[in-house]
Each structure stands twice: as structure tokens, then as C-alpha cells.
């Protein structure tokens, strides 16, 4: 019996998959971090599957393409995880939290939550874009997409 991609290991599905491998719904979601040019991004995104008569989503953020500086020891991981949700009426909720060097991300009310230490060289102060994307067969639609600039702190 062949195994589903919905059965593996979040993380794992997170890392051969990707946000560019394409797929049925899915990958869609943000390219937060990123450079003018795509150069570096942190992906963070949906995959849905089916199985049998309900639906799996699975959450990722892929920081492999997250910087172009290319130390040995620079630590770029994916990390996901399934997200517990009723997709009855279509809907999917992603509120992600961007700083410097932080992508905070949380699924359907905080359900599910994905931090990442990320260290951009392209991507910083007034160079750095948000994308919308998606890799998937299917049409996703954003309903609503709002960002904040925060104040810079007074001291």
C-alpha cells in the first residue's frame, strides 16, 4: 500500500515539497523576507490534501531560500505542522508576525504556530517585499490582506 503525503511527517513533506513544487491546492501563501528579485524569500505557506472524505492542511515555513549568504554553518530549516481545522466553508486564516530577522506565523486563530530565526542579506530595511503566491492547480482566492508598519520605538 503506497503511502499518502498527508500520512508523512509535516516537516518532512514541508522540506521535499516546498513552495514551488506544484500541487493540487497547494502550495499557496506569502514569500515574506523577500528580495526585489525572488534572490531570498521565507515561504510561508498551505498545502491541502485530501483524504478519503476530509481534508488535511498542512502549514510550512521553508527558510532554504532565505538568504544568498552561503556559510556552512548557517542553519536554514523547514518547519510545519498539521493544522486542526474545519474547511466546510472554504476558509483558511494566516496571520504572520515579520520583523528583521523573525517570521512568526500562526494558522486559524493560533492553532497552530511556526516561528523562524531567518538572516537576510538582500532583503533588508527598505528593500525588503511581501508576496502573495500560488503554486497550486487550483484558484485560491485572498479575501482580506492587510499589513502594518510599526513605529519606530521613541527613546
Known amino acids: 500500500m503506497m503511502t499518502s503525503w498527508a500520512d508523512l511527517y509535516a516537516q518532512d513533506v514541508c522540506a521535499i515539497r516546498g513552495s514551488t513544487v506544484q500541487g493540487g491546492l497547494g502550495p499557496f501563501g506569502l514569500l515574506t523576507l523577500s528580495s526585489e528579485n525572488l534572490?531570498?524569500?521565507?515561504?510561508?505557506?498551505?498545502?491541502?490534501?485530501?483524504?478519503?472524505?476530509?481534508?488535511?492542511?498542512?502549514?510550512?515555513?521553508?527558510?532554504?531560500?532565505?538568504?544568498?549568504?552561503n556559510h556552512k554553518k548557517m542553519y536554514k530549516p523547514s518547519f510545519a505542522g498539521y493544522v486542526?481545522?474545519?474547511?466546510?466553508?472554504?476558509?483558511?486564516?494566516?496571520?504572520s508576525l515579520i520583523d528583521?530577522?523573525?517570521?512568526?506565523?500562526?494558522?486559524?486563530?493560533?492553532?497552530?504556530?511556526?516561528?523562524?530565526?531567518v538572516?537576510?542579506?538582500?532583503?533588508?530595511?527598505?528593500?525588503?517585499?511581501?508576496?502573495?503566491?500560488?503554486?497550486?492547480?487550483e484558484t485560491v482566492k485572498i479575501e482580506t490582506l492587510d499589513a502594518w508598519i510599526m513605529a519606530k520605538s521613541k527613546r
Open 39 to 69: 534572490e531570498e524569500y521565507t515561504s510561508v505557506f498551505f498545502r491541502v490534501f485530501k483524504t478519503q472524505d476530509k481534508y488535511k492542511v498542512l502549514m510550512c515555513s521553508d527558510a532554504s531560500r532565505s538568504s544568498v549568504r
Open 84 to 95: 486542526e481545522t474545519n474547511l466546510t466553508d472554504k476558509r483558511l486564516s494566516l496571520r
Open 100 to 117: 528583521h530577522s523573525v517570521v512568526e506565523n500562526f494558522d486559524d486563530g493560533g492553532k497552530t504556530c511556526i516561528t523562524s530565526r
Open 119 to 137: 538572516y537576510p542579506a538582500l532583503a533588508i530595511y527598505g528593500d525588503t517585499h511581501l508576496f502573495a503566491f500560488n503554486n497550486g492547480t
